[in-house]
């Protein structure tokens, strides 16, 4: 059983600061990480993915990958209250087309 | 291209009845997903086809529920004989052709179709 867990949350932060969010995997053989967006009654959208050890930038955004640890996190810099969603992380096994989520982390910046 | 289109966006049925949720995936995509998503979990892998085949679906879908992607080219999932716990949003997403490690195995989901079991 491929699993992939999250805090469920809610994280909440102030405005301006730097939001965590982490993610666990079980399958070690996983080689392509995702991070997406739900808002509240939305469908999930696309932050970036990552397939490689390290970090990945895109504007306020970085995805951090350790396979050897197995996680992945994703960070979000200068949070806005707009960023107020439910991050789910998903994770394909190798050579699998077939992502499984985690249950989400919910994220909520407050003024 | 308008992306991935579900519908209908909500149904509302009797337990016992039977439904149909359509999705018309990015045209250029060759891949296909169903997810059922409850209030607080995750997207549920339901099943998934690349062109018109079938090549994989959970163990955890009953054979009440069926699916299929004709031409390779729509899709539907058809839930026969529903039960309350079928109530769920059930979302469709496509992505291109590629080796896993690329940006083609990124999943474009549509609005999804918001089930309720009376």
């Known amino acids: 059983q491929k699993e992939v867990e999250q805090n469920s949350g809610p994280l909440s932060v102030p405005e301006g600061a730097i939001a965590s969010l982490n993610c666990t995997y079980s399958?070690?053989?996983?080689?392509?990480f995702f991070w997406y967006r739900q808002y509240s009654g939305k469908s999930p959208e696309l932050i970036m993915f990552i397939y490689s050890n390290g970090d990945k930038e895109d504007g306020r955004f970085t995805a951090q990958l350790n396979k050897a640890s197995q996680y992945v996190s994703l960070l979000i810099r200068d949070s806005q209250p707009s960023d107020s969603a439910t991050y789910l992380c998903?994770?394909?096994?190798?050579?699998?087309?077939?992502?499984?989520f985690g249950r989400g982390t919910s994220l909520i910046v407050h003024p | 291209d308008t992306g991935v289109s579900q519908n209908p966006r909500h149904k509302i049925t009797k337990r016992g009845q039977n439904v149909t949720f359509r999705c018309d995936p990015i045209?250029?995509?060759?891949?296909l997903y169903w997810y059922r998503q409850t209030l607080g979990q995750g997207p549920e892998f339901l099943t998934y086809f690349q062109n018109e085949a079938q090549l994989e679906k959970s163990r955890l879908l009953s054979d009440r529920f069926s699916a299929e992607r004709p031409k390779g080219s729509f899709s539907t999932l058809e839930i026969q004989r529903t039960e309350q716990g079928d109530s769920a949003m059930y979302l469709c997403?496509?992505?291109?052709?590629?080796?896993?490690?690329?940006?083609?195995?990124?999943?474009?989901f549509g609005a999804g179709s918001r089930l309720t079991v009376l």
């Open positions: 998903a994770v394909n096994s190798g050579g699998s087309y077939i992502p499984t």
């Open positions: 399958d070690r053989g996983s080689q392509s």
């Open positions: 045209s250029e995509h060759n891949r």
């Open positions: 997403a496509s992505s291109g052709i590629g080796r896993t490690g690329t940006g083609a195995n990124v999943l474009t």
